[in-house]
């Protein structure tokens, strides 16, 4: 997340632009695109400063209860709609920050609000399951035709979890478990006197020293376990103690990509390379490969299909796991429901997890052997969440209604191609920019980053920010090319602040 979320700065006036409507429309919308929230407002609206003076009062009324020093922007969620988003104030933004990524549908998504309503709804909410222990019958359907409809290909199996960190966490501990177990001969083996006792001291052979191996400036969560495999900043990880575990680098691509082919083909070389000796020499065993398809918190680095089917290709050789986080890229963002799509992969990942979009969290695999041996090594009292579930599969019926993998692909495509004229026009401002044929998973780096963050409230855009320098652009589904206009057209504004 942006430095610039992170800071009380932001709690001071940006400069007021103007406290005009902005009546422009776009191209798109003139010309007839069907937007997919026919009440939707045609253009943002900024009325005043931002913040404005209702939400610097609810502000300071939050901080005396809870710790606001993170606070972007205090929102009223009954008037944000669509692509929009409302503050106390009457102002309405377009968000292409999404709360980080994670809103696929839009606010106040009608057909969403009918999920909520229905009686499935209520009993899952009112009588919460203890899933491990106490699953209702209806759950193997709420399953089968939602999470695991939407299943990548190759894995057909499902473990629910609370949110991103938990997702990962509960991956790794399936992968150290499934590691060892193959160590002692097999899942009827049973575990030795030594491994019962070693264990409850936190002492290897029953807590083993094994490592999960992850890249420079990724992000996998702040549990624990998850937050031993972060390397974005450090900020995150101060003071927590960590597992030894390696981290291998990521490809540090040059841009434009066309004029660079030979010299990031090298260096996606050498990070296999590196990750090839690491496996074999690091002092903890490496059970398991994690890595994001795109690095989003630590600055939406990109890697080429050629480097993850290496990847894949290390992994099975030296028996390692391969654990794709698609906690971000996940349910569509980058014009394929999961961004590893875009790899074909000659066999699937061992694990995948999910959040964000989803609404819902957890990993899916294939192997059987991946549930480990017995029960209650993977478990917790509510094992996810039967109405987030349900959230997620009418997620997924809008998803399929509105054809919205498909429309974030070409909305993307159009989006990039005008980034790409901009980045012409104004070289300083877009550096780098990055994200072609991947949807709308779009960003580039600018020199002054959070200021450009700041500014463009002021022209009614809410936009996030990754790494030290990026702007990274992480809009919903519903984020239609009559957006897109809008979007460039303040970004230009801004540039010529
Ligand atoms: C790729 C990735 N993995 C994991 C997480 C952690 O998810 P959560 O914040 O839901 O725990 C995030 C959050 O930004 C993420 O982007």
């Known amino acids: ?3 610039l979320l992170r800071s009380s700065a932001r709690l001071r006036s940006v400069p007021r632009l103007s406290a005009v409507r902005f009546l422009s429309t776009s191209p798109h919308l003139r010309a007839a695109e069907k937007p997919f929230f026919p009440d939707e407002p045609t253009a943002p609206k900024v009325v005043t400063a931002i913040p404005g003076p209702k939400n610097q009062q609810a502000a300071a009324e939050l901080d005396q209860v809870f710790d ?3 606070l972007n922007m205090l929102t009223d969620y009954t008037h944000s709609i669509g692509n929009y988003i409302a503050d106390l104030d ?5 968000d292409v920050y999404a709360q980080i990524a994670s809103i696929p549908v839009g606010y106040n998504n009608p057909n969403l609000l009918k999920v909520v309503q229905t009686p499935e709804m209520a009993n899952a909410l009112i009588n919460r399951p203890a899933l491990g222990n106490f699953p209702s019958s209806e759950w193997a ?4 035709t939602g999470l695991l409809k939407a299943a990548p290909k190759g894995l057909n199996q499902v473990f629910t979890a609370m949110a991103g960190s938990d997702a990962n966490e509960t991956a790794y501990k399936a992968a150290f478990m499934y590691r060892r177990q193959l160590e002692r001969g097999g899942p009827d083996a049973d575990f030795s006197e030594s491994d019962l006792t070693s264990t409850m001291v936190n002492q290897s052979p029953g807590s083993p020293h094994l490592s999960i191996l992850s890249f420079k ?4 969560g702040r549990l624990f376990g998850s937050l031993s495999t972060t ?3 450090p900020i995150h990880k101060l003071d927590i103690p960590a597992f030894d575990w390696p981290q291998a680098p990521f490809p540090s691509l040059k841009y434009p990509l066309e004029e660079h082919a030979q010299e990031n083909a090298q260096e996606e070389q050498r990070c296999l390379a590196e990750v090839e000796r690491l496996i074999k020499e690091f002092h903890n065993p490496v059970a398991a490969v994690v890595v994001e398809p795109i690095q989003s918190e630590g600055g939406d680095n990109h890697a080429s299909p050629a480097f993850f089917q290496g990847l894949r290709d290390i992994t099975k050789k030296h028996n390692v796991l391969f654990i794709v986080d698609e906690v971000q890229t996940g349910v569509g963002a980058t014009g394929k429901f999961w961004a590893h799509d875009h790899w074909n992969l000659t066999s699937p990942p061992d694990i995948v997890t999910f959040s964000k979009k989803a609404q819902a969290a957890g990993y899916y695999y294939g192997n059987p052997a991946l549930r480990p041996n017995k029960p209650y090594r993977q478990f917790n009292t509510w094992m996810g969440d039967p109405a987030r579930a349900l959230i997620f599969r009418g997620i997924l019926q809008e998803i399929e209604r509105l054809n919205l993998v498909e429309n974030t692909a070409a909305t993307g495509d159009y989006l990039y191609a005008g980034l790409e004229r901009l980045a012409k026009q104004y070289p300083e401002a877009i550096q780098n920019l990055r994200g072609k044929g991947q949807g709308t998973f779009v960003a580039w780096d600018t020199p002054k980053r959070d200021e450009f963050l700041a500014q463009a409230k002021t022209v009614g855009v809410n936009i996030g920010g990754s790494g030290a320098n990026a702007v990274r652009l992480r809009p919903m589904l519903v984020f239609q090319k009559h957006h897109a206009d809008l979007l460039l057209e303040r970004i230009e504004k801004i540039f010529k602040l």
């Open 141 to 144: 359907g709420i399953l089968k």
């Open 68 to 70: 606001i020093r993170s």
């Open 231 to 233: 390397r974005s900043k």
């Open 217 to 220: 400036k990724a992000f996998h």
């Open 1 to 3: 997340m942006a430095s």
């Open 90 to 94: 009457g102002n309405l933004l377009l």
